[in-house]
């Protein structure tokens, strides 16, 4: 079955930056994009950007150009996600998830979530 | 490019309900919709895709559609069950925004 496994909650200042993996199973890691979503407490869905894991060729949204960065390990099937310059906007469960091939775009299997809470 | 919904709704056990998701520009058929289920401290489930195909072990209670004089989707629930009790969002794409959610509609079943 698949799998998407993230890193435990995370308690961080204003001003540093965050790092989340998502560790993949149970299918061929570089055939399908990751991507990174966020959910802020008592708040919608937001997506953030993804990955090509064969190519490692990025998509951010807008308001997330220039402090986040996603990465891959493909000889470890993970994902990362690092945000920088965190203030207390950035609060949120962080989630990665899966996009099915095929041109629909849409999500089929996610991540546990993490929780990150941005607090001085 | 946004998608709008209505904040709640709620219904009678084995009733039908109705989430709508409009379009703010453009047409709401460009691109497919699709329809997510959020339980209390649980990741997102898609429930329906590419406009209205269900994912295997959703049941046929579930029904999404695309209405392109109004520019929106829906969503329809029939026998609503209390475990039906949940978040639900829309989802579509778009050329600049790319990934795009609308802001939720929490169902209450009483």
Redesign the interface.
Same mark, same amino acid.
């Given at each position: 079955q698949v799998h998407l496994v993230q890193s435990g909650a995370e308690v961080k200042k204003p001003g540093a930056s965050m790092k989340v993996s998502c560790k993949t199973s149970g299918y061929k890691f570089t055939d399908f994009y990751m991507?990174w979503l966020r959910q802020a407490p008592g708040q919608?869905?937001? &997506?953030m950007g993804?990955i090509n894991p064969n190519s490692g060729a990025t998509?951010f949204?807008?308001p997330f150009q220039g402090r986040l960065t996603v990465t891959t390990d493909t000889s470890i099937t993970t994902s990362y996600m690092e945000l920088n310059r965190l203030t207390s906007d950035d609060t949120a469960v962080y989630?990665c998830?899966r996009e099915?091939s095929g041109g629909?775009?849409?999500?089929?299997f &996610?991540?546990?979530?993490t929780l990150v809470t941005v607090s001085s | 490019f946004m998608l709008t919904q209505p904040h709640s709704v709620s219904e009678s056990p084995g009733k039908t309900v109705t989430i709508s998701c409009t379009g703010s520009s453009g047409s709401i058929a460009t691109n497919y919709v699709q329809w997510y289920q959020q339980r209390p401290g649980s990741a997102p489930t898609v429930v329906i895709y590419e406009d209205h195909r269900r994912p295997s072990g959703v049941p046929d209670r579930f029904t999404g559609s695309i209405d392109t004089s109004s520019n929106s989707a829906s969503l329809t629930i029939s026998g609503l069950k209390t475990e039906d009790e949940a978040d639900y969002y829309c989802q579509s794409y778009d050329s600049s925004t790319h990934w795009v959610f609308g802001g939720g509609t929490k169902l209450t079943v009483l």
């Open positions: 991507h919608g869905l937001e &997506w993804r998509t949204a807008q989630f998830a099915v629909s775009s849409h999500f089929d &996610w991540g546990q979530g | -």
